[in-house]
C-alpha cells in the first residue's frame, strides 16, 4: 500500500511537471492533472491540498541537491576547484530537473513564495562562494551570470539535447569566468558513460533523505540521482537506513 500511494506520488508530481511546462503554472488546474493521470480530484487531494504544494515538492528535491553541492564546493581549498565543483556539478542537477526549471523561469511570479524564496537564497550563497570573499561587483556581477548561463539556455532551447548542452553549457561558463576549470568531478560524467555503479556520498546521503520520507517512490529517486534501483537499492542497504 504505501509503495502504491508513493508511485501515485510519483505520477501527480510527473503529470502536474508536464502540464506546467505545456500550458504554464497558473492556468493548470488541479482538475486537469487528476484527469491526465486518471484519478478522481478528491483522490489527487489525498496526496496534496494544492497546486503550490506540488511545485513546493518538484522544487525542494532540485534545491536539495544545489545545496548539496554548494556545500561540497564550499570545502573546497582554491577558488578555482570551488567554481569547478559548483558548476558542473549543478550543470547535472539542472539538466535532470529540466521540466521543473522551465515551469521555475516562465512563472516566476505564480511560485509560492516559500519555495522559491529558496531557490534564490541558495543562488545568492553559491554567488558568494564562487566569487570569494575579497570579490568586487564586477566579479560577483561576473558570477551572477555565470549562474543565468547554466539556467536559461536548458529551460529555454528545450530542442537541444542533454549532451550538447552540458558541453556547450560549461564552455560558456568558463570563458565568461576567464579560466580552464581545476578539475572535473566524476559526477559529471554520468550522462556520457552511462548510469554510475556508485554514488557519491553527498548523493548516498540525498538518497536516503528522500528514501526516508516516505515520499519518493525507489524508482523516481534512482532517475533523480541517475542510478539504476540495483545501486540506489545497494547503498540505502549500507547506509544508516535500511530497507
Excluded at 17 to 38: M, N, S
Excluded at 125 to 148: C, Y
Amino acid at each position: 500500500m504505501v509503495e502504491r500511494q508513493a508511485d501515485t506520488r510519483t505520477r501527480i508530481l510527473a503529470t502536474a511537471e508536464q502540464l506546467f511546462v505545456e500550458h504554464g503554472y497558473h492556468p493548470t488546474t488541479l482538475q486537469e492533472i487528476a484527469d491526465r493521470i486518471g484519478i478522481t480530484k478528491p483522490a489527487l487531494y489525498h496526496h496534496f491540498t494544492s497546486k503550490a504544494e506540488i511545485l513546493t515538492h518538484l522544487l525542494d528535491p532540485m534545491t536539495t541537491e544545489l545545496e548539496q553541492v554548494l556545500a561540497e564546493a564550499a570545502r573546497q581549498e582554491d577558488l578555482g576547484t570551488v567554481r569547478t565543483r559548483l558548476m558542473t556539478g549543478w550543470v547535472e542537477i539542472f539538466l535532470r530537473y529540466r521540466g521543473t526549471l522551465l515551469a521555475l523561469l516562465r512563472e516566476l511570479t505564480s511560485v509560492p513564495s516559500e519555495a522559491f524564496t529558496r531557490v534564490l537564497t541558495v543562488m545568492d550563497r553559491a554567488i558568494d562562494t564562487a566569487a570569494g570573499t575579497n570579490a568586487g561587483p564586477a566579479e560577483r556581477v561576473v558570477l551572477a551570470q555565470a549562474l543565468s548561463a547554466l539556467t536559461d539556455p536548458i529551460a529555454l532551447l528545450p530542442d537541444l539535447s542533454d549532451e550538447a548542452l552540458r558541453e556547450h553549457l560549461l564552455t560558456g561558463v568558463w570563458r565568461l569566468l576567464g579560466h580552464s576549470p581545476a578539475s572535473e568531478p566524476a559526477h559529471t560524467h554520468r550522462a556520457r558513460a552511462g548510469r554510475p555503479r556508485r554514488l557519491s556520498a553527498a548523493d548516498a546521503e540525498l538518497a536516503r533523505e528522500l528514501h526516508a520520507s516516505g515520499q519518493h517512490s525507489a524508482e523516481e529517486i534512482a532517475s533523480r540521482l541517475g542510478v539504476s534501483r540495483a545501486t540506489l537499492y545497494r547503498h540505502l542497504r549500507t547506509g544508516r537506513n535500511t530497507i
